[in-house]
């Protein structure tokens, strides 16, 4: 199995990712999460990581916290998205799970430097402080590392929290500029194919006819953010963005997309955290990442809701 590290700023979506690869043992050996200030912040999107963890079973899983803002400036949250705890829409009992000792970046670099060169993925969920705090702290480690993917930033699709930027990118653009300068191997999902990866009425009664309480909680929790997503786009539900980032390493068959420079906007007064990728190569830059913009949604909900059934009736 691939050993991962899962950064996140739990939202629901994020969670559907982390559960998925939980339940992807043959494939994934999850070697702990990371939390950060994004969506909400850092105390709620840890309770977040801790409250899903209860509610799956898996308190074996350390939680470790990270960075409760970016590396400049302040935190902006989402919770106009997600709701005042970044995961209202459904009361889950309150953690009787606590976070593991340590601070997330130190704790990345300790697990990824105790494997073998090569041999550990970071998967990224949220603004990408804790994975450039993570390096900023041991220059050896993007060396070291597999490589990362992450979801975040937009080719065609615009932005979705200023019309030219992605959230996660947005909340930390001189992290996410680090990140992609760094040499690792990336491979980013941007908008693009989130936002073609809908959680359609079909789709969330397929989710809730697994009939277990996770997924019923789950249910919930991701109808009260298709709230906010329907009032932007008038869609059949709303994106579900993480759990692609889980999906890209089980079945990369199900995205493709192209190698290509991108650099990250750190100034620009309108496009400040903007993905500027460099799709025809005009720049002769070197690319730096993988830039999946099409993704088989059906494949990608089928894969969802098979591993999140995995999960027994607790
Ligand atoms: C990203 O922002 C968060 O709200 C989602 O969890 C995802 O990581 C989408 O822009
Ligand atoms: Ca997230």
Known sequence: ARAIIIDTDPSPDDAVAFLMALASPDELEVLALTTVGGNVPLALTTRNALMALELAGRG??????????????ALR???????????????????SLTPAEGFAPDRIVD???????????LCGLAPLTNIALAMLREPRLAGHLHGIVLMGGARAEGGNITPAAEYNIHVDPEAAARVFDSG??????????????????????????????LAEAFYHLLTFNKRFDARQGGTDGGPLHDPTVIAALLRPDLFSGRLAHVGIECQGTLTRGMTVID???VTGRHPNALVLN???????????IERLSRFGIG
């Open 60 to 73: 074996d899983v350390p939680v470790y916290a990270g960075a409760a803002g970016p590396l400049v400036g």
């Open 77 to 95: 949250t989402a919770e106009h998205v997600h709701g005042a705890t970044g995961f209202d829409g459904y009361d889950l009992p309150p953690p």
């Open 111 to 121: 697990l990824v430097m105790a494997r073998p060169r090569d041999s550990v993925t």
């Open 184 to 213: 690792v191997p990336i491979t980013m999902i941007p908008l693009d194919c989130t936002h073609r990866a809908l959680t359609t009425a079909a789709r969330m009664a397929r989710l809730r006819a697994i009939g277990t309480p």
């Open 279 to 281: 799709w025809r190569s």
């Open 294 to 304: 099409r993704v088989d949604a059906e494949g990608y909900f089928d894969l969802v």
